[in-house]
C-alpha cells in the first residue's frame, strides 16, 4: 500500500513538499523503484521522476526543480518540486515500478493520490 | 522524453472489440505498459512489457508493439471497461518514462 500527503495548497514560486507512505514493502531495497507522476487537466499524465537507494533519475524537463529521497527508518518517499507555477496544480501520484536486464514491469503500485492546487 | 501520440477517443458497443492505439518514432523499440484509470481512481496496470499481463487482469486485455505503433485491444468489452486508458513508454537508454495523452473509451 501507498498514501500520499501533504499541503493542498503551495503558493506561486514556493517548494512544494509531499511524502508517500509505503506499507508491505521497504523502499531500501533494490527490488524497486519508487516513482511520482502528476495529473493534470492541461498535461495529462507527466511522470516527474523516480528513486531507488542506489540511483534516481527525472523528467528532463523538470530535473532542476526536482528532489526525490527515501527515509529508509520511517519507510518513506519524498517529493521536492521547488519555484512552483499554477500549471503545476494537479493529483500528485506515488507509484512503484521495476526494470532489470530483461526488461521493464510497468507501475504495479500506486497510492490515490494527492491534490495540490498552486495558488496565491 | 520520449514524444508518443495516443488516440483521443474510442466508442464501441457491448460486446465489439475495442482498439486503443499509441505511436511514436521506433516504439517498438521499446517496452511499453498500458493502465486504466476510472474517474477519481488512481490508475491500474493493464499490460507490462508490451504483451504481459498481471495477475488478476483477465485475458481479454492484450497488447502488441511493433515498428511505430503499440496497441491495447479489449476483446468482448463490457460497460465496466468505459474508462481513460493511458499507454506508457520505457525508454531503457536513458532511462526515461514518457505517457500517452489518454484514450476516453465509451461503451454505447
Known amino acids: 500500500q501507498v498514501q500520499e500527503s501533504g499541503p493542498g495548497l503551495v503558493k506561486p514560486s514556493e517548494t512544494l513538499s509531499l511524502t508517500c507512505s509505503v506499507a508491505g514493502d521497504s523502499v531500501g531495497t533494490m527490488n524497486h523503484y519508487w516513482a511520482w507522476i502528476r495529473q493534470s487537466p492541461g498535461k495529462g499524465m507527466e511522470w516527474i521522476g523516480s528513486t531507488r537507494s542506489d540511483k534516481s533519475f527525472f523528467n528532463p524537463s523538470l530535473k532542476s526543480r526536482v528532489a526525490i529521497s527515501l527515509d529508509v527508518s520511517q519507510n518513506r518517499v519524498s517529493l521536492k518540486l521547488t519555484s512552483v507555477t499554477a500549471a503545476e496544480t494537479g493529483v500528485y501520484y506515488c507509484a512503484r515500478h521495476r526494470y532489470d536486464f530483461w526488461g521493464y514491469y510497468g507501475m504495479d503500485v500506486w497510492g490515490q493520490g494527492t491534490t495540490v492546487t498552486v495558488s496565491s | 522524453s520520449f514524444e508518443v501520440t495516443q488516440s483521443a477517443a474510442v466508442s464501441v458497443s457491448p460486446g465489439q472489440t475495442a482498439t486503443i492505439t499509441c505511436s511514436g518514432n521506433g516504439l517498438g523499440l521499446k517496452y511499453v505498459s498500458w493502465y486504466k484509470q476510472k474517474s477519481g481512481q488512481s490508475p491500474m496496470l493493464l499490460i507490462y512489457k508490451d504483451d504481459k499481463r498481471p495477475s488478476g487482469i483477465p485475458e481479454r486485455f492484450s497488447g502488441s508493439n511493433s515498428e511505430n505503433t503499440a496497441t491495447l485491444t479489449i476483446s468482448g468489452t463490457q460497460a465496466m471497461d468505459e474508462a481513460e486508458y493511458f499507454c506508457?513508454?520505457?525508454?531503457?537508454?536513458?532511462?526515461?518514462?514518457?505517457f500517452g495523452g489518454g484514450t476516453n473509451l465509451t461503451v454505447l
Open positions: 506508457q513508454v520505457w525508454d531503457s537508454t536513458v532511462p526515461d518514462v514518457s
